[in-house]
């Protein structure tokens, strides 16, 4: 076992065990990092009153059945009764040349879960803009981690692609010609081809048999299965999947056609729904919508909230939509955890909808449901990133200005390197930068959009991982070997060697962390910490250029490690690794 924390924490427990009692074996023995040693173990400080006993007293108790000579060099009671513990130089180089080993690079396999991820959920015929970017990349990590950490995960893209806009936007694509250019608007810029629909049916007013009337009629169509309309409703969804395609793959995430779980996938069951709520009692008419009054929900005045499940003219909504949603995601497709990566304003909505699903039997206590909040992205201004005109910043248009911006760097950097492969590192690292960005934040909170930052090859960017394993291939390139030659042992003779062999050491449980806890920024700090660890041993350790070859041949090892371990932390994030920067 690599994780340091985790085994000084199982010699703690058996020593708190042989001191007290069985009954004490499982106590959290209170392992964390210390200024004063390499860790601490804090767990007499909350013992001493259960025992009736000084924390001292309860500290020296756990010392004479501690068992760590053969992983500690120094242990120690300190202070109120903390127990200091330094790991011994060997103990700390052979975990790590064993990770070298390792394939998982120290990443556990947890007990497999069926877990539904909710996330990106764009709209048919409109543009993805940056509010999409959190929900899509965040999602895309959480994916990334859960699958590494051994879960089944079943990407979920409940795209917006049912509803009263589709009878415009099938009569708009009628008139204009299914293979005009006008509908190939719905691949290039979805947004044009939404407003002359739009336009045209705000023009057309209350025209008997104008624009509008014709749309309106066509929704009825639509929902009433008519097969005409449901050809032209499947032709306007497969051009916009183009269009979602294009985004993807310049973004880099894993969705694909398959993920595609939109709105109209549960429109036949939403009938079901509401007459299952309404003869279990759960649903109610009021002012001739039917809703759920659902308890703890009240608004102004102590008045109940209702959850609305149609609507007075007979239309469903969102709510309706999202618990065939949760009762397909248990029943079909027997999750064990469902997680929505949407933003934070939805709060509200899942905690009534999830009450409503429990108290209907289709979420059992068994399965867990999480909202994972995705909070704004911000102009300069400090307001939510809008073009000057008030619109929603393109999505497409601010990667495209990413790579831009990115490729102005590398020109200027690396003018020896050939124009192909200047444009491919520009798109790495353009689009690295914005999903780094986004990654480095915690997802729950708003963060100011700035190129400028994002771009730096300095601080807390994408572009400084980056760099940092970029810069690991140098030294081999220059040494004239591979990463994957270095094989020699690890031995620790310098107190910066140290520090990067532990933080090596900490991958496996922070990736762990993130699936549990559903936080990618924790693991974007924890790879810019290690890429500071390099910096830090670069300037005391020589590596090439070190006094014997026993000690080059070890801290190349440890840069192969080092190496490997950015490239899949990365990778998790989504964010790609070039040869050359």
């Known amino acids: 076992m690599a994780d340091p924390q985790e085994v000084l924490s199982r010699r703690v427990q058996s020593a708190l065990g042989a001191a007290f009692g069985p009954e004490y074996a499982d106590t959290d023995p209170v392992i964390r990092p210390s200024q004063f040693a390499d860790y601490q173990a804090n767990a007499a400080l909350a013992l001493a009153k259960r025992?009736?006993?000084?924390?001292?007293e309860v500290s020296a108790a756990i010392m004479e059945h501690l068992d760590v000579a053969d992983v500690c060099s120094a242990v120690e009671v300190s202070g109120p009764g903390f127990i200091n513990l330094t790991l011994r130089d060997d103990w700390i180089s052979g975990r790590t040349r064993e990770l070298l080993d390792d394939e998982r690079l120290g990443v556990p396999v947890q007990e497999r879960q069926n877990i539904p991820l909710d996330y990106s959920a764009p709209n048919v015929a409109k543009?993805?803009?940056?509010?999409?970017?959190?929900?899509?990349?965040?999602?895309?990590?959480?994916?990334?981690?859960?699958?590494?950490l051994g879960h089944n995960v079943i990407r979920q893209n409940h795209i917006g692609d049912w509803g009263t806009p589709f009878g415009m936007l099938?009569?708009?694509?009628?008139?204009?010609?299914?293979?005009?250019?006008?509908?190939?608007?719905?691949?290039?810029?979805?947004?044009?081809?939404?407003?002359?629909?739009?336009?045209?049916?705000?023009?057309?007013?209350?025209?008997?048999?104008?624009?509008?009337?014709?749309?309106?009629?066509?929704?009825?169509?639509?929902q009433g299965g008519d097969e005409e309309t449901l050809r032209l409703w499947r032709k306007l969804?497969?051009?916009?999947?183009?269009?979602?395609?294009?985004?993807?793959?310049?973004?880099?995430?894993?969705?694909?056609?398959?993920?595609?779980?939109?709105?109209?996938?549960?429109?036949?069951?939403?009938?079901?729904?509401?007459?299952?709520?309404?003869?279990?009692?759960?649903?109610?008419?009021?002012?001739?919508?039917?809703?759920?009054?659902?308890?703890?929900?009240?608004?102004r005045e102590d008045k109940p909230v209702p959850l609305i499940i149609r609507k007075s003219d007979g239309g469903y909504g969102y709510a309706t939509t999202d618990l065939a949603t949760v009762r397909y995601r248990v029943e079909d497709l027997k999750a064990d955890r469902i997680l929505y990566v949407v933003g934070a304003p939805q709060a509200m909505h899942f905690k009534m909808v999830w009450a409503a699903a429990r108290?209907?039997?289709?979420?059992?206590d068994s399965v867990e449901t999480t909202h994972v909040q995705i909070g704004n992205v911000l102009g300069p201004d400090g307001k939510i990133l809008r073009t000057r005109s008030g619109a929603p910043v393109r999505l497409m248009a601010l990667l495209d200005e990413a790579i831009d911006r990115a490729a102005a760097v590398v020109r200027e950097n690396r003018p020896d390197l050939p124009a192909e492969e200047q444009a491919e590192i520009a798109r790495q690292v353009g689009i690295g930068a914005v999903k780094y960005a986004d990654l480095s934040?915690?997802?729950?909170?708003?963060?100011?959009?700035?190129?400028?930052?994002?771009?730096?090859?300095?601080?807390?960017?994408?572009?400084?991982?980056?760099?940092?394993?970029?810069?690991?291939?140098?030294?081999?390139?220059?040494?004239?070997?591979?990463?994957?030659?270095?094989?020699?042992?690890i031995t620790i003779g310098h107190a910066a060697e140290r520090a990067l062999?532990?933080?090596?050491?900490?991958?496996?449980?922070?990736?762990?962390?993130?699936?549990?806890?559903?936080?990618?920024?924790?693991?974007?700090?924890?790879?810019?910490?290690?890429?500071?660890?390099?910096?830090?041993?670069?300037?005391?350790?020589?590596?090439?250029?070190?006094?014997?070859?026993?000690?080059?041949?070890?801290?190349?090892?440890?840069?192969?490690?080092?190496?490997?371990?950015?490239?899949?932390?990365?990778?998790?994030?989504?964010?790609?690794?070039?040869?050359?920067?």
């Open 51 to 56: 025992l009736g006993r000084k924390p001292r």
């Open 127 to 148: 543009e993805m803009h940056v509010g999409h970017l959190r929900t899509t990349v965040v999602g895309d990590s959480l994916a990334r981690t859960l699958e590494l």
């Open 170 to 222: 099938i009569e708009h694509l009628l008139e204009v010609g299914e293979d005009s250019p006008d509908a190939d608007l719905l691949t290039t810029d979805p947004n044009a081809f939404y407003q002359a629909a739009r336009t045209k049916f705000d023009a057309s007013g209350s025209e008997p048999e104008g624009f509008a009337a014709r749309a309106r009629r066509r929704v009825v169509a639509l």
């Open 237 to 299: 969804v497969g051009l916009s999947k183009v269009y979602f395609n294009r985004v993807y793959t310049k973004l880099g995430v894993t969705l694909t056609d398959a993920d595609l779980a939109g709105e109209s996938t549960y429109n036949d069951m939403l009938a079901a729904v509401c007459d299952e709520l309404e003869a279990k009692g759960i649903a109610e008419v009021s002012d001739g919508a039917l809703c759920v009054f659902l308890d703890g929900f009240t608004g």
């Open 359 to 364: 108290e209907a039997g289709w979420l059992p």
């Open 441 to 489: 934040v915690a997802h729950d909170t708003e963060y100011t959009f700035d190129f400028d930052r994002m771009l730096a090859l300095t601080g807390n960017t994408g572009p400084y991982l980056q760099y940092a394993q970029a810069r690991i291939r140098s030294i081999f390139r220059k040494g004239g070997l591979s990463p994957e030659q270095a094989r020699a042992d």
């Open 501 to 581: 062999a532990l933080k090596l050491l900490e991958f496996g449980p922070v990736v762990a962390q993130v699936g549990d806890l559903l936080q990618p920024h924790r693991l974007s700090t924890y790879l810019f910490e290690l890429a500071q660890s390099l910096t830090a041993f670069y300037e005391h350790c020589p590596v090439l250029a070190a006094d014997t070859e026993a000690e080059r041949e070890s801290r190349l090892t440890l840069i192969a490690l080092a190496l490997r371990v950015l490239v899949q932390g990365l990778d998790l994030l989504g964010v790609e690794a070039p040869r050359h920067m």
